[in-house]
């Protein structure tokens, strides 16, 4: 099932974030499992872990008007986890709305709206200085599916290839994502 190509509009600072959702595009080439991210707990976190499981990795803030899509991302792993979904959030200050360090993260996370799924440290997202992760799935995202804000969620299939993005506004429990999720599960158990 492909996803259709949905253009939404532009940022507003302190606002909802406006970009286009879909498919990635066709060069963006299965290698999300070859990135290591640090987890919130110091401990190593290869994404080559999770190879033939369907991520999805979302960077995350505690104090943005969005931080309530924790919720949602909590139900979507608590949900498909056994079906071959991993959630992984990555914690980000690009858009000065995190806080300080791992422990306050996880503390939040955790008490604030029970997150069990994978977080990693706190990483940089975009520019030139973002994770390799992210300048890899920026790229193949192109200029309108790149992070653009906080809560933008990449799709990467079980074969490791960006198969959809999503931005900030979509919350993580909308038609699309879990459609596009499902699909992607569908695959994975063909395969």
């Known amino acids: ?53 369907v991520l999805l990795v979302v960077n995350t803030a505690s104090f943005c008007g969005f931080t309530g899509q924790y919720e949602g991302l909590q139900t979507l792993w608590q949900t498909y986890k056994d079906h071959g979904l991993t959630v992984i959030g990555v914690p980000s200050n690009d858009f000065y709305q995190e806080s300080g360090d791992a422990a306050e993260i996880a503390n939040f996370c955790k008490g604030t709206f029970g997150v069990t799924f994978p977080l990693t440290a706190k990483y940089s997202v975009t520019g030139a200085n973002a994770h390799p992760f992210y300048q890899w799935a920026n790229s193949a995202a192109g200029k309108k599916g790149s992070v653009g804000w906080n809560f933008h969620k990449f799709l990467i299939s079980a074969d490791g290839k960006l198969a959809a993005y999503f931005p900030t506004n979509m919350k993580p429990t909308s038609k699309s994502v879990i459609a596009a999720i499902e699909a992607e599960l569908a695959k994975r158990e063909k395969s």
Do not use: C
């Open 1 to 53: 099932m492909k996803l259709k190509q949905m253009v939404l509009g532009g940022l507003a600072v302190g606002a909802a974030l406006m970009q286009s959702s879909g498919q990635a595009q066709p060069q963006a080439e299965g290698r999300a499992f070859t990135f290591a991210f640090e987890a919130i707990n110091g401990k190593p976190m290869p994404l080559s872990d999770f190879k033939g499981r």
